[in-house]
């Protein structure tokens, strides 16, 4: 199958149905947002068409609502099927001549969402609705989140140059695109900016100095770039810990989120550089350059007790600046910014469009055969959408987000995304200074019940000083608001102990619950989960399917490995 368009397509060729207009809808509420994509796609051909609709998997967020509605029809809900329940039921259907449409997922494809949609009459009209939820990303000043929405979400493995759902038709049909976004905060909203695009900022909503609305600006009808807006709001660094209540499960869900701020020791360290130098970065130059920039500002900043390399990632093979890692010195640096500027900026775009997509497994496997094994190691990857451990990344959004994603969680990094227009500096000196300072070690989260129960988590993302922490934690016993939660950790410093207490609210619904088991699924097909700690990494494949399974099934979580089943008249 030829996945190079998303969305409705029909054909052996894959061809495209007309996208007539999409209405973005996003309802950002502290650090969580819940987005709808309504799209309205036409048949225009006098023929009746099979269709099928493909979407991807985003492995930072969870899609838990799927609709279809066609010619102002009834509405028709996905529900999430573990994948054998799923083909037993498809089975059965086909035999009974029932127009069942059900997610299929492609065995080398798996982070795609396909499904078939069945026939769509001359002229026809339908709609898909996809509803997801995400957390806001982390931004360099403590008191300010980004919510990002992708201009498209090709997948650069499966060769998607096209792939987009915010990009025009191939038939350069007009297709207006609507994005209205309600942001509530818990403390006032002190500014909102977007340096993607031009947007319109209503304030003070129903009187409230905690809620606004934005839209854009113009009428859009490309998105050729992110669409980024960041959200400065007091307070927003200080912990917070949500506990939601869902009726269905019968559990509760604690959400925690606070930026810790730690005066830590600077520890003599190796950081290691793997740069995409490839064709598909070339092809964009501003782009390209201020990659560049980023790494000589990163050198340039370098403690002198410092050990650095740097690994140039191209095409079909990668170089570097020495066989291991060296001190900094005159005589380093000097040749470090030689290697740097022997990156060749030139570029053939006819010969890019048909490039592999780079490998980046050999660099990586390489800096961490050959890295230092008397100081702590830290690898930075810059890139843009074509590639992406310790830890950190820096990279473009657009197409890398599941490999970047799996990358820092299974290294027990994060990542910052740059604009192209945006300033570097600021963000780079958090980035190194987490870098050489010493890992906080052995985090855990133990969680005090009124009754004096306790529950230890061990299962804790890495903390980092000056990034964002949130953790979920799924509780099927009772929980309440008077419940305490202490995370502690080891330090150079000595022992780290930071307590919380559960906000005075309790919430009802799915959504922290959603977003927890789409961690947990993350978890299960990194290799990271707590049942992989308990097992000394392993756990058999027949395990993952069956608990990626259930989870996707309970709170209706597309995944690779389930299926999404729908009756369409």
Known sequence: MNNNL????HGKNMKQITLKNIDIEANIVDMLAEVKITQTFKNETPETL????TFPLISSVAIYKFEVEVDGGKT??????ESYEANQEFNEAVKQNNNNS???ASNNKSDLFQFSIGNLKPFQTTVIKITYLTELKNDADIEQV????????RTPRHKLSKGSFFHKNNNNSECPISIIITCKTTSVINKIESPSHFISTEWNIDGNSKIARITLTKDVQLLDRDFVLIIKSKDLDQPRAFLEYNEKTSSNCIMLTFVPTFSMTTVRSELVFIVNTSSSMRRDALKFRKTIQSLEFLLYSLPQDCYFNIISVEDNHYNTLSDKSHQKSKTIFSKALGFIKNFELEYNYEECEACETVDIYEPLKWAIENSLSDMPSTLFLLTDNNVENRDVNIGDFVGCENLIETLTNVGRGYTQFLATNERIEKKLRGMLRNAVTHP???CRLIWTAANGEQD???EIPALFSGNRFTFYCIEENEASVNDTLLLTANSLEGIIELKFVIENIVLEGNKIHALAAKKLIQSFQDGNSYIHNQNNGY????????EIGSLSNLYNIATSRTRMKLMVP
């Open 146 to 153: 980004r919510f990002i929405l992708p201009a498209t979400f």
């Open 102 to 104: 059900d997610k299929r």
């Open 456 to 458: 230890v988590i061990e």
């Open 50 to 53: 099979q269709t099928e609709y």
């Open 76 to 81: 028709i809900n996905g529900i999430i099927k």
């Open 539 to 546: 756990m058999s494949e027949e395990q993952i399917e069956e």
């Open 6 to 9: 998303f969305g409705v397509i």
């Open 440 to 442: 906080i070690t052995d």
